[in-house]
């Protein structure tokens, strides 16, 4: 069973950025697509931005244009870099494939205030 663990988030000002790791241990990650989801307190968990086998991405609306989705294969991890950071993006972020789901990680609390 792959096991995923993600790590950078913290406490960041409006307008500022974070990078996002998730590593996922075994040998079927490269052969699945990824996504970054998030869940924000009194919501439901939602997928924010997706990257494919052959590195085809797509994003959700509220975060078209400040957030990127990129992954290294050879080091099992999927990214998000997180730029102009608003209060609305606090949330636990999560990393899963696409299809179906793995057991979900811990996920890495993102805070934006001032």
């Known amino acids: 069973q792959v096991q995923l663990v993600e790590s950078g988030g913290g406490l960041v000002q409006p307008g500022g950025s974070l990078r996002l790791s998730c590593v996922a241990s075994?040998?079927?990650?490269?052969?699945?697509?990824m996504g970054w989801y998030r869940q924000a307190p009194g919501k439901q968990r939602e997928v924010v931005a997706e990257i494919g086998t052959g590195g085809y991405t797509n994003y959700a609306d509220s975060v078209k244009g400040r957030f990127t989705i990129s992954r290294d294969n050879a080091k099992n991890t999927v990214y998000l870099q997180m730029t102009s950071l608003k209060p609305d993006d606090t949330a636990v972020y999560y990393c899963?494939?696409?299809?179906?789901?793995?057991?979900w990680g811990q996920g890495t609390q993102v805070t934006v205030s001032s």
């Open positions: 075994g040998s079927s990650f490269s052969s699945n697509a």
């Open positions: 899963n494939k696409r299809l179906g789901r793995w057991d």
